[in-house]
């Protein structure tokens, strides 16, 4: 009798959307208000490529589903050598996050708790305390780990949906002009923010690397790929039109939580404090 696998469809997709919307996605508005509405089009092209890559990837994961994603198609393509580089390049830039991670969640809770902001011994005993937390629970099982990723899926990325969706409704046409703030040409202006949206989609081949864990491979890791790219891409464009149509671009450059000072705006402080805790659990 074969065993149960860990990923559904729907756990695989909130593991796509889940690693892709991050802390560093929270800054993103933030990075882009020295260029104004224009960096809307460069979220659209960065969007439309990151879909792109992952219809390879679908299209990989259809073709082999191997544990190992990335790993496995390159060991397949050109041999052992170039498939160590992958996944030893994957795995340093994954330890080397996590010290980055952990450091912003403590900066994230502040707000909640101020005494902390004082006291450098807490701050570490708090970053560490949720790095082995969440080892904790991946040594558990992935399973686990699949549904605390489906909960705090949904807890990140409400947040950005209320903006995308009743912050847009708010917004004036006006509030878009002038559309390019950055003085230079409007090339220029779109490659800029198209690079700096790029890391905002990071991790959309994250539902193919534990593939042996994914229940019919070759239909779930495609269509999870695609979906939690296009649904990823598609909250983040909208949901920063709402926050460059609510704070200007000067202010916006200025900011280090964008979405929460866009609700504090709409809705008041209360919504504010609610997104900055999207801002930490992501």
């Given at each position: 009798?074969?065993?149960?696998?860990?990923?559904?469809?729907?756990?695989?997709?909130?593991?796509?959307?889940?690693?892709?919307?991050?802390?560093?996605?929270?800054?993103?508005?933030?990075?882009?208000?020295?260029?104004?509405?224009?960096?809307?089009?460069?979220?659209?092209?960065?969007?439309?490529?990151?879909?792109?890559?992952?219809?390879?990837?679908?299209?990989?994961?259809?073709?082999?589903?191997?544990?190992?994603?990335p790993y496995a198609y390159t060991r397949a393509a050109?041999?052992?050598?170039?498939?160590?580089?992958?996944?030893?390049?994957?795995?340093?830039?994954?330890?080397?996050?996590?010290?980055?991670?952990?450091?912003?969640?403590?900066?994230?809770?502040?707000?909640?708790?101020?005494?902390?902001?004082?006291?450098?011994?807490?701050?570490?005993?708090?970053?560490?305390?949720?790095?082995?937390?969440?080892?904790?629970?991946n040594a558990w099982g992935l399973r686990e780990a699949?549904?605390?990723?489906?909960?705090?899926?949904?807890?990140?990325?409400?947040?950005?949906?209320?903006?995308?969706?009743?912050?847009?409704?708010?917004?004036?046409?006006?509030?878009?002009?002038?559309?390019?703030?950055?003085?230079?040409?409007?090339?220029?202006?779109?490659?800029?923010?198209?690079?700096?949206?790029?890391?905002?989609?990071?991790?959309?081949?994250?539902?193919?690397?534990?593939?042996?864990?994914?229940?019919?491979?070759?239909?779930?890791?495609?269509?999870?790929?695609?979906?939690?790219?296009?649904?990823?891409?598609?909250?983040?464009?909208?949901?920063?039109?709402?926050v460059l149509g609510v704070v200007a671009p000067g202010?916006?450059?200025?900011?280090?939580?964008?979405?929460?000072?866009?609700?504090?705006?709409?809705?008041?402080?209360?919504?504010?404090?609610?997104?900055?805790?999207?801002?930490?659990?992501?």
């Amino acid at each position: 009798m074969s065993r149960a696998k860990a990923l559904g469809l729907w756990t695989a997709v909130a593991l796509v959307v889940g690693n892709m919307v991050g802390s560093g996605a929270y800054l993103v508005p933030s990075a882009l208000g020295r260029y104004g509405p224009i960096s809307m089009v460069g979220w659209t092209l960065t969007a439309a490529g990151a879909i792109c890559l992952a219809l390879v990837f679908g299209r990989l994961g259809r073709i082999m589903p191997a544990e190992g994603g990335p790993y496995a198609y390159t060991r397949a393509a050109f041999g052992d050598l170039p498939a160590f580089l992958v996944a030893w390049g994957y795995w340093v830039s994954v330890w080397v996050g996590n010290a980055a991670i952990a450091t912003a969640f403590v900066a994230y809770l502040t707000p909640f708790v101020p005494s902390l902001d004082a006291a450098p011994i807490a701050q570490a005993t708090v970053a560490l305390g949720a790095v082995w937390l969440l080892t904790a629970v991946n040594a558990w099982g992935l399973r686990e780990a699949a549904l605390l990723q489906l909960v705090t899926t949904v807890l990140k990325v409400l947040p950005l949906l209320a903006l995308a969706t009743l912050g847009l409704v708010a917004v004036d046409a006006a509030d878009f002009r002038p559309f390019n703030v950055s003085g230079g040409s409007g090339l220029s202006a779109v490659t800029a923010t198209a690079a700096l949206t790029l890391w905002g989609l990071l991790g959309l081949e994250s539902v193919t690397i534990p593939a042996d864990e994914v229940e019919n491979p070759r239909r779930t890791i495609p269509l999870a790929t695609v979906l939690g790219t296009a649904a990823t891409a598609a909250i983040y464009v909208l949901s920063t039109a709402a926050v460059l149509g609510v704070v200007a671009p000067g202010e916006l450059a200025g900011t280090s939580a964008p979405y929460a000072e866009a609700a504090t705006r709409l809705w008041g402080p209360w919504t504010g404090r609610l997104v900055a805790a999207g801002d930490a659990i992501a």
